[in-house]
């Protein structure tokens, strides 16, 4: 886990690996899905040269809208994956260094990922969400 949060220190470690993991060929539009796309001035963004849109690498994933880093993210799935039978947003939030609220809302949402089955590339070749109970016994948000 130490390992894991050292190697994605640097914020832009972890979005390079999303985009190396998702678009491993450049950018594509996740509204249009062409893949023509201006990059921005501003970090990480790019717009769409058909729709017009911009967007990011985490549009469309289960990272998408959140102000947590991907780190803890990764932390998460990693812990998430070491506990099948089930880990508790209190100890998620204790291990992960993080609020219990938000550690509540990383468990639904993946939940709702593994559920969904939204997890069609794992980060890895041994994640295997979606064969894990993800949340604890009487797991609610406070
Ligand atoms: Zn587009």
């Not at 506990?83 to 219990?100: M, V």
């Not at 994640?127 to 797991?139: H, L, N």
């Amino acid at each position: 886990m130490s390992d894991l949060m050292i190697a994605f220190r640097d914020p832009q470690t972890a979005i390079d690996c999303v985009k190396a993991i998702r678009r491993p060929n450049g950018p594509v539009c996740p509204y249009c899905a062409r893949a023509k796309a201006y990059t921005l001035s501003r970090k990480n963004m790019h717009r769409c040269a058909e729709c017009r849109r911009n967007f990011s690498v985490t549009v469309g994933t289960i990272f998408e809208d959140t102000k947590l880093p991907l780190r803890i993210w990764f932390g998460a799935i990693w812990l998430i994956t070491n506990h099948p039978k089930g880990i508790a947003s209190t100890t998620l939030a204790k291990d992960l260094g993080i609020t219990q609220k938000s550690a509540w809302f990383v468990l639904h949402r993946l939940r709702h990922a593994a559920r969904t089955r939204s997890f069609n590339r794992p980060m890895t070749g041994n994640v295997e969400v979606d064969e894990t109970y993800i949340g604890g016994k009487g797991d609610q948000p406070s």
